[in-house]
């Protein structure tokens, strides 16, 4: 399983976090515009709201910011453990268990996404979550922030996964090929997977939206809070007014891709975030970016860490974080 791979390369790299600060970390008056930022995002959502800043990166109006671009968690992770990055973005059950496994070496800076996991149907039969009840549903992320997300959606509903709702795992390519050419006629897919499907067959529908079903069952005023971004400790500690920076220069970057989406979507394309510009138009306002930093993060962030806990301990490292996992300025 991919978590169980996450969780392993996590316990593997413990030891690299306790060790001294890399070489980046020592100046503690260096200009906040000159310092070097390794930064990590991954193809989708945070891929999305970054996008500008990636852009502006390489055309020289911030030669000190430095990125990486992935499809994969694990790449993160490895990069934030190997001395690699200096910032990533991560699912937000992924960022606790690093948190957990490695004493607080990584704190949360900011959130950059929150739901965008939609349950699509070829048809028109579901319309509630108890409409799914006898149904088989396919979903990508076993053991991760979707399984635990539909788990908690269905019982919260009365439904037993696994009894009343049959729930099957697979990669979500494979999945949207599949509801793309009929072969299944349900599923749980995140965007942007989830605008392709829809344009590619447009007998399939949105049925549901589980961030608003997610917050209907926790009915406490919890959000779905699916993607974040981390930054080492001893980097933060070494270049606050960098990260500051940073996170400024970050938030303007989803605010222009938010606002221009014309723009933004040739910038996706380009990047190969999206199959091309006409997907990513479509997916940008579904894709749910955000920037929550500050004070705001925990109270946004906690409630879901709760569900995720009672789901499973172990999807967020053993432990509610600390307080020293809220990064405020």
């Given at each position: 399983m991919k978590t169980c791979k996450i969780i392993a390369l996590i316990?593997?790299?413990?030891?690299?976090?306790?060790?001294?600060?890399?070489g980046s970390s020592v100046s503690e008056t260096?200009?906040?515009?000159?310092?070097?930022?390794?930064?990590?995002?991954?193809?989708?959502?945070?891929?999305?709201?970054?996008?500008?800043?990636?852009?502006?990166?390489?055309?020289?109006?911030?030669?000190?910011?430095?990125?990486?671009?992935?499809?994969?968690?694990?790449d993160i992770v490895a990069?934030?453990?190997?001395?690699?990055?200096?910032?990533?973005?991560?699912?937000t059950n992924v960022a606790s268990n690093l948190y957990n496994k490695t004493s607080g070496a990584v704190?949360?800076?900011?959130?950059?996404c929150l739901g965008v996991l939609y349950i699509l149907e070829n048809g028109d039969s579901v319309n509630s979550v108890s409409d799914l009840k006898g149904r088989t549903i396919y979903c990508n992320g076993q053991g991760a922030n979707p399984e635990y997300t539909l788990n908690y959606i269905l019982t919260q509903n009365g439904l037993v996964p696994?009894?009343?709702?049959?729930?099957?795992f697979g990669d979500p390519s494979e999945i949207a090929a599949k509801m793309i050419s009929g072969d299944i006629d349900l599923c749980m897919l995140p965007v942007p997977v989830v605008t392709t499907v829809c344009l590619k067959n447009p007998n399939v529908r949105k049925a549901l939206d589980a961030s608003a079903e997610f917050a209907a069952a926790a009915n406490d005023g919890s959000k779905l809070t699916m993607g974040c971004l981390v930054a080492k400790s001893d980097f933060i500690d070494a270049h606050p007014?960098?990260?500051?920076?940073?996170?400024?220069?970050?938030?303007?970057?989803?605010?222009?891709?938010?606002?221009?989406?014309d723009t933004s979507a040739e910038?996706?394309?380009?990047?190969?975030?999206?199959?091309?510009?006409?997907?990513?138009?479509?997916?940008?306002?579904?894709?749910s970016i955000v920037c929550i930093t500050g004070a705001d993060i925990r109270p946004a962030l906690?409630?879901?860490?709760?569900?995720?806990?009672?789901?499973?301990?172990?999807?967020?490292?053993?432990?509610?974080?600390?307080?020293?996992f809220y990064y405020a300025p």
């Open positions: 316990l593997s790299v413990v030891m690299l976090f306790t060790m001294p600060a890399y260096a200009d906040a515009d000159s310092v070097e930022i390794r930064v990590g995002v991954l193809k989708g959502p945070t891929g999305m709201g970054a996008i500008k800043l990636m852009d502006d990166s390489e055309n020289g109006v911030y030669p000190n910011y430095h990125f990486t671009l992935t499809p994969e968690v694990t990069r934030l453990s190997n001395g690699d990055l200096d910032i990533g973005a991560l699912p704190k949360i800076i900011a959130l950059n696994g009894e009343d709702v049959n729930v099957e007014d960098a990260v500051a920076a940073f996170l400024e220069n970050y938030r303007a970057s989803i605010a222009e891709v938010l606002d221009d989406v910038l996706i394309a380009k990047y190969e975030i999206a199959g091309n510009a006409a997907i990513a138009k479509l997916a940008v306002p579904d894709a906690e409630g879901y860490y709760q569900v995720l806990y009672n789901a499973n301990p172990a999807s967020i490292g053993g432990a509610m974080p600390g307080d020293d």
